[in-house]
């Protein structure tokens, strides 16, 4: 975990720190597996619908493919826009 996070925690003893960064770090955990696992079934469930084989057919590949990429780019260019309101807003303060 980032150290400039715990910042405001300052006045904390040691083991509190301790403890808030790894609840910090558990959460931060749970959400990229919540998306990973998200990502998984928006895309098996667009995509994948023939299950005649063990393997997916091309279409169902190409398609699973530009749908994690379509998935991981709308969450980068979220959590980028995310990050420019907070730097704005911490810069009106």
């Known amino acids: 975990m980032d150290k400039n996070m715990l910042a405001g ?3 904390l003893p040691e083991e509190d720190k301790n403890r808030m960064s790894a609840m910090v770090d558990h959460l931060q955990l749970r959400d990229s597996l919540r998306m990973y696992n998200s990502l998984v079934e928006r895309c098996f469930n667009d995509c994948v619908d023939n299950f005649t084989r063990k393997t997916l057919q091309k279409q169902e590949e190409n398609c699973v493919t530009r749908c994690a990429e379509k998935f991981l780019k709308h969450s980068m260019r979220v959590g980028l ?3 420019e309101l907070n730097s ?3 810069t009106q303060d």
């Open 9 to 11: 925690l300052e006045g």
């Open 88 to 90: 704005q807003a911490a």
């Open 81 to 83: 826009r995310f990050a």
